[in-house]
């Protein structure tokens, strides 16, 4: 065990203009999977998100609405918290700037920063005039060539900027451009990804300029002891939430252990806010004298259809319709595992849809499935007893060497590298760690034949060492996903039959499946979406063709085809096999060239069903094979079986299952 840190994870608080987005969600899915994650590996963590509620922005829309500030900003932060509770994130802070502790905090942090020198001896806060192009929806000032002429309009809001000038308080930020500089270059404020770092570097490379921290013109706010007109500016506002929700205003418990004695001070935050978080917040804090943050991380964009998104093309992803679609978990998992959390990327529901149904409902549904279905059916529903031997401590790559037959691929290593990866902040990495085994845990299934084991009673032992491990494998499995899939987890644990319950270190031990123990009810974790199943919506407006239009008559036999026994049937052998690899058959617009994994074997097979079936849209679908058809060639290429399908029109329907059937499975 490592020993036990202290760390804070902490998402921006989110600007009550508005309701909120994917981008929100995004973070505060990180941040909550982080904080688990080192939870998971024994540490202290504490997780602030929150919203940022002052400003001019916030009076204008109340005054629109017809409602107080305060009124509007609670229905925000409701909605905020509501989302957060439909995703299962659970921060230990929400903090408000509206909040009677904030605004103290807030009085401190200012108190720090008036008496505070610069290296060179100035006053870190001075009165000085402002003046420039202001976009009153940014609540900023904007620098001349970023506006759009004529009119000087702002870019981002399309609408005219006003000539302001004010009177108000400056932060030197100019005189802290030397300390930056090394705290960044040394990595003592690490800032990931590397391309933000440098984009940071090459900021400070051409200057930093002061910033101003108060505003005239706004009332709805914090104001300034010195200038009781003028209020906070965000920059003092905001950004301090990070140490007031912590309890700085009363140099709380919260503060010292996760501020000032944390091992690390991490703020996960979006691309666009990298300067404000990476420059003034810790020239402000270490003017003010105050430990600064160790780690920032900078997420990347999500734009949808290739597209930006955007309100105003209605171009969004809803991230509230985003959970109740297919559970939290599977919105949790697909954000964090389809792209590294640094980078932008690309949201399509064909993506989403298309994860959720290899990722979630094949492997690791048909793993947990199989797993307690046999230890029903070869068991009496009890944990097996556990294995005497010792060969579960053996590493991956000696396992694959040898020939034992319940040889296992054990988490030496693993639960090791999983942790290594989500404290990289790769939830990506760290998923395709825990896939990577339930893959060879469901190979493994294949490999071992439990099933043969069980008609053999002098193999019993080897079948319930194998069953043991195949449950603890699965057991980790949903421990190792938990930071990310808290919900399934506990569910996978249900059906374990222990007790739902975060999981925490003594969980990433081998072993700890109590031998006796009886096995929940298995329930389906994620049932596999079709597509019909979209389509399911549509009111059917015509009648089922298969009415006869003359109900009252008898069947009349003699006119169908010939009726066939049941042995003839039975020469037939159908089998459920899973398409691993499907491509178009070179030269043939009808022709799949697929390979399909019938649980024991691999196979070769071409199907007519080019035209209605993409390759990409079959791989991960069960079907329906004709095994022992003899071997042909069709277009020169080898088909070992045929595949079933509907034919509409000429057109191929493939034949699937209603629910999860394991490759090889007879059809009969
Ligand atoms: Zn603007």
């Given at each position: 065990m490592t020993e036990k840190r202290s760390f804070l994870v902490t998402t921006p608080i989110y600007y009550v203009n508005a309701e909120p987005h994917v981008g929100h969600a995004y973070t505060t899915i990180a941040?909550?999977?982080?904080?688990?994650?080192?939870?998971?590996?024994g540490h202290d963590v504490f997780f602030v998100t929150g919203t940022d509620e002052h400003g001019q922005n916030i009076e204008r829309i109340a005054r629109e609405r017809g409602i107080p500030e305060q009124q509007h900003c609670d229905e925000i932060a409701a909605v905020f918290r509501s989302l957060w509770e439909r995703l299962d994130i659970r921060y230990d802070r929400f903090i408000r700037t509206t909040e009677e502790e904030h605004r103290r905090g807030v009085l401190k942090l200012w108190g720090l920063l008036v008496e505070a020198q610069t290296p060179d001896g100035q006053d870190a806060v001075y009165q000085g005039t402002y003046s420039g192009w202001y976009c009153p929806r940014c609540e900023g000032f904007k620098d001349e060539d970023e506006l759009q002429q004529p009119d000087n309009v702002c870019p981002d809001h399309e609408l005219p900027c006003e000539w302001t000038e004010e009177q108000n308080f400056f932060f030197r930020l100019s005189a802290y451009e030397e300390w930056l500089r090394e705290q960044i270059e040394s990595d003592r404020l690490l800032i990931r990804p590397e391309s933000r770092k440098n984009e940071i570097l090459g900021v400070i490379r051409q200057g930093l300029k002061d910033f101003s921290v108060s505003r005239a013109r706004v009332k709805w706010g914090i104001p300034v002891p010195e200038e009781p007109d003028h209020v906070l500016y965000v920059w003092v506002d905001a950004l301090s939430n990070y140490i007031t929700a912590l309890g700085f205003a009363d140099d709380g418990e919260n503060y010292r252990r996760f501020w000032c004695g944390a091992h690390e001070r991490l703020h996960l935050i979006g691309k666009d806010i990298?300067?404000?978080?990476?420059?003034?917040?810790?020239?402000i804090l270490h003017a003010a004298g105050l430990p600064v943050p160790t780690r920032e991380f900078g997420q990347g964009f999500i734009t949808k259809d290739g597209r930006k998104l955007s309100k105003t093309t209605g171009n969004v992803i809803d991230p509230a319709a985003l959970a109740e679609r297919l559970g939290p978990d599977a919105a949790r998992y697909f954000l964090l595992r389809e792209a590294p959390y640094g980078a932008d990327w690309d949201f399509t529901d064909a993506a989403f849809v298309g994860r959720y149904n290899?990722?979630?409902?094949?492997?690791l549904g048909n793993l947990v499935s199989r797993a307690l279905t046999m230890v029903s059916k070869f068991g009496d529903g009890k944990v097996p007893p556990r294995?005497?031997?010792?060969?579960?401590a053996r590493g991956l790559e000696e396992e694959l060497q040898t020939d034992a037959p319940v040889a296992w691929p054990y988490a030496e290593g693993r639960r090791a590298a999983v942790l290594a990866r989500y404290e990289a902040i790769d939830f990506s990495g760290a998923l395709a760690e825990v896939w990577s085994w339930i893959s060879q845990l469901n190979q493994r299934i294949v490999a071992v034949e439990p099933w043969t084991l069980a008609r053999d009673p002098s193999r019993r032992d080897e079948l319930d060492a194998f069953l043991y491990r195949l449950l603890e494998g699965v057991r980790l499995v949903a421990v190792l996903a938990s930071p990310v899939m808290p919900r399934a987890a506990?569910?996978?644990?249900g059906m374990l039959g222990r007790a739902d319950r975060a999981p925490g270190p003594d969980d990433l031990e081998w072993g700890r499946l109590e031998p006796g123990t009886s096995l929940g009810t298995v329930v389906p974790l994620f049932p596999r979406i079709e597509k019909k199943d979209k389509e399911k919506n549509v009111p059917e407006t015509t009648p089922p063709a298969a009415v006869p239009s003359k109900p009252e008559e008898a069947p009349a036999p003699a006119a169908g085809p010939e009726r066939i026994d049941i042995a003839d049937f039975a020469r037939l052998e159908l089998r459920a096999a899973k398409v691993t690899a499907a491509e178009q058959v070179e030269g043939s617009k009808k022709l799949l060239k697929l390979q399909v994994d019938l649980g024991t074997e691999t196979r070769q097979v071409v199907a007519g069903i080019a035209q209605t079936h993409a390759p990409e849209d079959v791989v991960g679908k069960t079907v329906v094979l004709v095994a022992n058809l003899k071997p042909a060639k069709l277009m020169g290429v080898e088909s070992n079986g045929m595949v079933l399908a509907g034919s509409v029109d000429g057109r191929a329907v493939l034949c699937q299952f209603e629910g999860e059937v394991a490759p090889g499975t007879r059809v009969r």
């Amino acid at each position: 065990m490592t020993e036990k840190r202290s760390f804070l994870v902490t998402t921006p608080i989110y600007y009550v203009n508005a309701e909120p987005h994917v981008g929100h969600a995004y973070t505060t899915i990180a941040a909550d999977a982080l904080t688990r994650a080192r939870r998971l590996g024994g540490h202290d963590v504490f997780f602030v998100t929150g919203t940022d509620e002052h400003g001019q922005n916030i009076e204008r829309i109340a005054r629109e609405r017809g409602i107080p500030e305060q009124q509007h900003c609670d229905e925000i932060a409701a909605v905020f918290r509501s989302l957060w509770e439909r995703l299962d994130i659970r921060y230990d802070r929400f903090i408000r700037t509206t909040e009677e502790e904030h605004r103290r905090g807030v009085l401190k942090l200012w108190g720090l920063l008036v008496e505070a020198q610069t290296p060179d001896g100035q006053d870190a806060v001075y009165q000085g005039t402002y003046s420039g192009w202001y976009c009153p929806r940014c609540e900023g000032f904007k620098d001349e060539d970023e506006l759009q002429q004529p009119d000087n309009v702002c870019p981002d809001h399309e609408l005219p900027c006003e000539w302001t000038e004010e009177q108000n308080f400056f932060f030197r930020l100019s005189a802290y451009e030397e300390w930056l500089r090394e705290q960044i270059e040394s990595d003592r404020l690490l800032i990931r990804p590397e391309s933000r770092k440098n984009e940071i570097l090459g900021v400070i490379r051409q200057g930093l300029k002061d910033f101003s921290v108060s505003r005239a013109r706004v009332k709805w706010g914090i104001p300034v002891p010195e200038e009781p007109d003028h209020v906070l500016y965000v920059w003092v506002d905001a950004l301090s939430n990070y140490i007031t929700a912590l309890g700085f205003a009363d140099d709380g418990e919260n503060y010292r252990r996760f501020w000032c004695g944390a091992h690390e001070r991490l703020h996960l935050i979006g691309k666009d806010i990298i300067r404000f978080h990476c420059l003034y917040w810790p020239a402000i804090l270490h003017a003010a004298g105050l430990p600064v943050p160790t780690r920032e991380f900078g997420q990347g964009f999500i734009t949808k259809d290739g597209r930006k998104l955007s309100k105003t093309t209605g171009n969004v992803i809803d991230p509230a319709a985003l959970a109740e679609r297919l559970g939290p978990d599977a919105a949790r998992y697909f954000l964090l595992r389809e792209a590294p959390y640094g980078a932008d990327w690309d949201f399509t529901d064909a993506a989403f849809v298309g994860r959720y149904n290899a990722d979630l409902a094949n492997d690791l549904g048909n793993l947990v499935s199989r797993a307690l279905t046999m230890v029903s059916k070869f068991g009496d529903g009890k944990v097996p007893p556990r294995p005497a031997s010792v060969s579960e401590a053996r590493g991956l790559e000696e396992e694959l060497q040898t020939d034992a037959p319940v040889a296992w691929p054990y988490a030496e290593g693993r639960r090791a590298a999983v942790l290594a990866r989500y404290e990289a902040i790769d939830f990506s990495g760290a998923l395709a760690e825990v896939w990577s085994w339930i893959s060879q845990l469901n190979q493994r299934i294949v490999a071992v034949e439990p099933w043969t084991l069980a008609r053999d009673p002098s193999r019993r032992d080897e079948l319930d060492a194998f069953l043991y491990r195949l449950l603890e494998g699965v057991r980790l499995v949903a421990v190792l996903a938990s930071p990310v899939m808290p919900r399934a987890a506990g569910r996978i644990d249900g059906m374990l039959g222990r007790a739902d319950r975060a999981p925490g270190p003594d969980d990433l031990e081998w072993g700890r499946l109590e031998p006796g123990t009886s096995l929940g009810t298995v329930v389906p974790l994620f049932p596999r979406i079709e597509k019909k199943d979209k389509e399911k919506n549509v009111p059917e407006t015509t009648p089922p063709a298969a009415v006869p239009s003359k109900p009252e008559e008898a069947p009349a036999p003699a006119a169908g085809p010939e009726r066939i026994d049941i042995a003839d049937f039975a020469r037939l052998e159908l089998r459920a096999a899973k398409v691993t690899a499907a491509e178009q058959v070179e030269g043939s617009k009808k022709l799949l060239k697929l390979q399909v994994d019938l649980g024991t074997e691999t196979r070769q097979v071409v199907a007519g069903i080019a035209q209605t079936h993409a390759p990409e849209d079959v791989v991960g679908k069960t079907v329906v094979l004709v095994a022992n058809l003899k071997p042909a060639k069709l277009m020169g290429v080898e088909s070992n079986g045929m595949v079933l399908a509907g034919s509409v029109d000429g057109r191929a329907v493939l034949c699937q299952f209603e629910g999860e059937v394991a490759p090889g499975t007879r059809v009969r």
